[in-house]
């Protein structure tokens, strides 16, 4: 009786993250062809911050601030992990740091590689320590 319910649980679990993936993938931004204009801000470590207004043909974030030289990083199975913004590193593994990445006011829940480009879109990379 116990492993019945424990086999039904599991199964209304695997239902919840399947209809979530569904939904996710369902209503997930598009990507726009054509030039759009955006605004990056760059928070570095000691808080100073820069702005940054670029125009683009790329569909997605990590392309657009690539081109214009803005970050660099690795490529991995999820995508461009940055590392650095603007001439500064965050490395993970030496000084538990990372960049945050910020659509509008919103911190994004994405990788770079997944977040789309519009005409008028706010970007904010921010210098983030754990340690």
């Given at each position: 009786m116990k492993n019945k319910k424990l086999v039904i649980a599991a199964v209304a679990v695997?239902?919840?993250?399947?209809?979530?993936?569904?939904?996710?993938?369902?209503?997930?931004?598009?990507?726009?062809?054509?030039?759009?204009?955006?605004?990056?801000?760059?928070?570095?470590?000691?808080?100073?911050?820069?702005?940054?207004?670029?125009?683009?043909?790329?569909?997605?974030?990590?392309?657009?601030?690539?081109?214009?030289?803005?970050?660099?990083?690795?490529?991995?199975?999820?995508?461009?992990?940055?590392?650095?913004?603007?001439g500064e590193d965050a490395v993970w593994d030496t000084d538990n740091a990372y960049w945050a990445i910020w659509i509008g006011d919103e911190m994004a829940v994405t990788g770079i590689s997944e977040i789309p480009v519009y005409d008028g879109s706010v970007f904010k990379l921010e210098y983030t320590s754990l340690g």
């Open positions: 695997i239902v919840v993250i399947g209809l979530m993936v569904g939904l996710w993938m369902a209503t997930r931004p598009e990507t726009v062809d054509g030039t759009k204009t955006f605004t990056v801000t760059v928070v570095h470590s000691d808080g100073t911050g820069k702005e940054f207004t670029y125009h683009t043909d790329a569909e997605k974030l990590d392309a657009a601030l690539l081109e214009e030289g803005l970050i660099a990083g690795e490529e991995g199975p999820y995508g461009l992990t940055v590392i650095t913004v603007d």
